[in-house]
């Protein structure tokens, strides 16, 4: 697996344009338009508080959550995973000594560590320079969170993968996948400001951990019984994919005939 995780290094080094642009311009761009927005909002009603906390508070979650967001996301090697199915370059991948799952995971994993290393100097400058409430010392929890979070991520991404053995098309279930957990995950708006019922819902599903719990405990919107909770729910979360994604893989490589590239 250290080999795969190599490998995505080296692929993403090739286009350092786009490795900047995804890592770097796109989520500052994110981070100033949601800062705007909060930015707006609060001026607007004239108050420098809700829910309880500061509109630097909010500010702060703008920045982290436009960056955190990217490590948490999977779209671009699940879309890799569902071509190798479709065309049948997943022959190659059958046959080595190393399964589906983890030449991917090394892949994945590789590429969101590198990035990450590449990508954290920005929301930190800008909580600095801007003094936005920022708790350095629960980074390393926090990220441990969100890439154990990768993990439900992949497994889910194996699964909506497996389906390219029974139907053609199955991009468009990657994009109704992104656009859920984008509502989910926290990445819009703290997920502590939705009514009830359901804000306890949406805090108790895994997704919350993708932003939201790493994000509010990083900002001091939470404490560290939200991470707990958080890695507990992503174990059960990763045990429903993980059958899930098993069923339907070994039942896709039965029906699977092996022809194509």
Not at 207 to 223: C, K, Q
Not at 229 to 258: D, K, M, Q
Request: glycine letters at 6%; a neutral charge; aromatic letters at 14%.
């Amino acid at each position: 697996m250290l080999g795969c995780a190599r490998l995505a290094v080296l692929q993403q080094l090739e286009y350092r344009f786009n490795l900047i642009a995804d890592t770097v311009i796109q989520p500052v761009i994110v981070g100033l338009v949601e800062l705007t927005l909060w930015a707006a909002f609060f001026h607007s009603t004239g108050n420098q508080t809700l829910n309880g906390f500061a509109r630097e508070h909010y500010l702060s979650y703008a920045v982290w959550a436009a960056f955190i967001s990217r490590i948490s996301t999977s779209w671009m090697y699940e879309s890799l995973m569902i071509e190798d199915i479709e065309n049948g370059t997943v022959n190659s991948i059958l046959v080595r000594p190393i399964s589906f799952y983890e030449y991917y995971l090394g892949q994945f994993f590789g590429y969101k560590v590198f990035t990450t290393l590449l990508s954290l100097s920005a929301p930190i400058l800008v909580c600095v320079f801007a003094d936005l409430p920022l708790l350095i010392s629960r980074l390393p929890l926090s990220l441990a969170l969100v890439f154990f979070y990768l993990l439900l991520v992949h497994t889910m991404s194996v699964a909506i993968a497996s389906l390219g053995f029974f139907f053609s098309r199955i991009h468009h279930i990657t994009v109704a996948k992104n656009i859920t957990l984008w509502m989910l995950t926290g990445e819009l708006f703290p997920l502590d400001l939705a009514p009830e019922p359901f804000r306890s819902v949406l805090i108790a599903l895994p997704f919350s951990s993708a932003v939201f719990r790493p994000v509010g405990y990083l900002t001091g919107r939470l404490e560290i019984n939200a991470i707990a909770e958080g890695f507990a729910s992503i174990s059960i979360g990763l045990v429903i994919a993980s059958v899930i994604a098993t069923l339907l893989w070994n039942a896709g490589r039965r029906r699977y005939s092996g022809t194509g590239a």
